[in-house]
């Protein structure tokens, strides 16, 4: 069986410092006792100036020790204050003694809090997903189902009103038509079915067919063969992030057009949606782009959001794979 790994003993920071102001203290008596210095019973001017040179001195070397020992401390503090997430392995193990113990015992606690932030998201995700697709649900079995026997009374009410409200039944019966096409889209949206039954970059095709049909820009596609397959949560995330990147395009980029790509690069498969529309200076964190980034976290990938005034917008995901994992088609 493999030996635990021992850390090397390492004084508490208490002892330490006692330990410096002892080796300070002993230099300072073997000085007094080794010089040939001495002081009368009724001290002269200059034995004063000695005495006050040597507690001087002492003083200093005391308090450059004790800062040579705490500044791997005070950067630690200093970083402490600089963490804004809690990401591992954040704070450099440096220093000896209970610096470095520290140090280990703040990036530990650092790495549980986000393996336990990441579960929760993950649970958070799948709660999200479970109601998204109780929704959708209802929405196509209940309202789906009302509309679509609203428009069958429509049109046997059509076929024997009188000639004057025939057009006025007609006009509410397209209007019925419309409500059910949006409430079908509107399902589709949040339960991707198609995601489940063909695949990511069938799901996405889709997407993008919905969004032009929707939208004045085309969508051009651009999806690479052999992508290796993603875990089903890494699935779900590159989709509603697509989905989110072409929301927002088509709400604020005014853009002429949209490209959809999902390429393999090295060992992360990298999904980009970039228009050409009107972009933006500063990047504000809203909802969209907040979600997104939670997604993403949750995948352990990487989103970037690229832009600038006149010139487009890019939202880049990359999505770490398994080397082994299966190619497909």
Same mark, same amino acid.
């Given at each position: 069986?493999? /030996?635990?790994?021992?850390? @090397?003993?390492?004084?508490?920071?208490?002892?330490?410092?006692?330990?410096?102001?002892?080796?300070?203290?002993?230099?300072?008596?073997?000085?007094?006792?080794?010089?040939?210095?001495?002081?009368?019973?009724?001290?002269?001017?200059?034995?004063?100036?000695?005495?006050?040179?040597?507690?001087?001195?002492?003083?200093?070397?005391?308090?450059?020790?004790?800062?040579?020992? &705490?500044?791997?401390?005070?950067?630690?503090?200093?970083? &402490? #204050?600089?963490?804004?997430?809690?990401?591992?392995?954040?704070?450099?193990?440096?220093?000896? #003694?209970?610096? !470095? #113990?520290?140090? +280990?015992?703040?990036?530990?606690?650092?790495?549980?809090?986000?393996?336990? $932030? *990441?579960?929760?998201?993950?649970?958070?995700?799948?709660?999200?997903?479970?109601?998204?697709? !109780?929704?959708? +649900?209802?929405?196509? %079995?209940?309202?789906? /189902?009302?509309?679509?026997?609203?428009?069958?009374?429509?049109? /046997?009410?059509?076929?024997?009103?009188?000639? %004057?409200?025939?057009?006025?039944?007609?006009?509410?019966?397209?209007?019925? *038509? =419309?409500?059910?096409?949006?409430? !079908?889209?509107?399902?589709?949206?949040? $339960?991707?079915?198609?995601?489940? %039954?063909? #695949?990511?970059?069938?799901?996405? =095709?889709?997407?993008?067919?919905?969004?032009?049909?929707?939208?004045?820009? @085309?969508?051009?596609?651009?999806?690479?063969?052999?992508?290796?397959?993603?875990?089903?949560?890494?699935?779900?995330?590159?989709?509603?992030?697509? +989905?989110?990147?072409?929301?927002?395009?088509? *709400?604020?980029?005014?853009?002429?057009?949209?490209?959809?790509?999902? /390429?393999?690069?090295?060992?992360?498969?990298?999904?980009?949606? $970039?228009?050409?529309?009107?972009?933006?200076?500063?990047?504000?964190?809203?909802?969209?782009?907040?979600?997104? $980034?939670?997604? =993403?976290?949750?995948?352990?990938?990487? &989103?970037?959001?690229?832009? +600038?005034?006149?010139?487009?917008?890019?939202?880049?995901?990359?999505?770490?794979?398994?080397?082994?994992?299966?190619?497909? =088609?």
């Amino acid at each position: 069986m493999p /030996q635990p790994v021992r850390r @090397p003993l390492h004084l508490p920071l208490f002892w330490t410092i006692c330990l410096i102001n002892g080796v300070v203290f002993v230099v300072g008596v073997l000085v007094l006792v080794l010089s040939p210095a001495s002081v009368s019973a009724d001290p002269l001017p200059s034995e004063l100036a000695v005495i006050g040179l040597g507690l001087v001195v002492i003083l200093a070397m005391n308090a450059l020790l004790l800062r040579w020992a &705490l500044a791997p401390l005070h950067r630690l503090i200093q970083r &402490l #204050g600089d963490i804004e997430h809690l990401e591992p392995t954040r704070l450099p193990e440096e220093g000896s #003694g209970p610096v !470095r #113990g520290m140090a +280990q015992s703040v990036n530990g606690l650092l790495t549980r809090l986000a393996e336990e $932030r *990441r579960d929760g998201d993950a649970r958070a995700l799948a709660a999200q997903e479970a109601e998204r697709h !109780r929704i959708a +649900q209802e929405l196509h %079995d209940e309202v789906g /189902q009302s509309l679509t026997v609203v428009l069958l009374g429509l049109k /046997q009410v059509e076929q024997r009103a009188p000639a %004057d409200l025939v057009e006025d039944l007609r006009a509410v019966r397209e209007s019925t *038509r =419309a409500g059910l096409d949006d409430v !079908r889209r509107v399902a589709r949206r949040l $339960r991707p079915g198609v995601l489940e %039954d063909l #695949g990511l970059t069938s799901a996405l =095709a889709a997407l993008a067919t919905d969004f032009a049909d929707h939208s004045p820009a @085309p969508v051009r596609r651009s999806f690479a063969p052999g992508l290796p397959a993603l875990s089903p949560e890494a699935e779900v995330v590159v989709y509603r992030v697509a +989905q989110e990147a072409l929301t927002n395009a088509a *709400r604020h980029a005014d853009a002429h057009e949209v490209e959809v790509s999902l /390429q393999r690069v090295g060992a992360t498969v990298v999904l980009e949606v $970039r228009d050409d529309g009107r972009g933006f200076a500063d990047l504000t964190e809203g909802s969209g782009l907040m979600g997104m $980034r939670e997604r =993403a976290a949750l995948v352990r990938a990487e &989103l970037s959001v690229i832009s +600038q005034p006149r010139h487009g917008t890019t939202v880049r995901l990359k999505v770490p794979v398994d080397v082994g994992a299966e190619v497909v =088609a």
